[in-house]
């Protein structure tokens, strides 16, 4: 099983990187980024483990390695790299409190049939990631994709959050 895992993460390297279709510089950001986002994930998710049940679980690490791997795809290539150590803390944390937390609280959650926490580890890493892009994304990182946006909103570019902000309050 472990092995599996271990292809996932490498495998996961090639589909982020392999984004820009050249060996680019942008190839090498967005793999390191992958990597680094994944790995904090990873350590985060433990760190939460150890901290709620004194002891830290392999299944708990794999899982804060599928939200790092979640949340850092759609910003691997456009965020610095400080941006996706921030995105593995975000991936590693706030999944982790949904399932281990919210999911017990919310009775909605006690009528999903979700054993193996995939809602938490795609659908809420996935959200955590998109909204990271709109905070996140450098000018630099997106002009390396020929994207037309300047960046995101730690670049002054608050475009992104508002409009997800409108959605959400229009729900």
């Known amino acids: 099983m472990l092995m599996e895992i271990g292809i996932l993460w490498v495998g996961w390297n ?28 990873l350590l985060v998710w ?5 901290i709620a049940y004194k002891k830290p679980a392999v299944i708990g690490a794999v899982q804060g390695m599928i939200t790092g791997l979640v949340a850092i795809t759609p910003a691997a290539g456009v965020v ?10 975000l991936s590693g944390s706030i999944p982790w409190v949904t399932l281990n937390i919210l999911a017990k609280k919310v ?7 979700d054993v193996l926490g995939v809602f938490h580890t795609h659908c ?4 955590v990631g ?11 990182g ?11 909103a730690i670049e002054g570019n ?14």
């Open 142 to 152: 997106c002009a390396a994709f020929g994207l037309t946006n300047n960046g995101g």
């Open 46 to 50: 433990t760190i939460c483990d150890l």
């Open 80 to 89: 610095a790299t400080w941006g996706a150590i921030v995105i593995g803390i």
């Open 14 to 41: 090639g589909f982020n990187g392999g984004d820009p279709y050249a060996a680019s510089p942008d190839a090498g950001a967005a793999v390191l980024n992958t990597n680094v986002a994944t790995a904090m994930s």
């Open 107 to 113: 009775k909605l959650f006690h009528h999903v049939d």
């Open 124 to 127: 809420v890493a996935g959200f």
């Open 158 to 171: 608050w475009k992104q959050v508002t409009i997800l902000v409108h959605l959400l309050a229009n729900l």
């Open 130 to 140: 998109g909204m990271s892009v709109g905070l996140f994304a450098t000018a630099e």
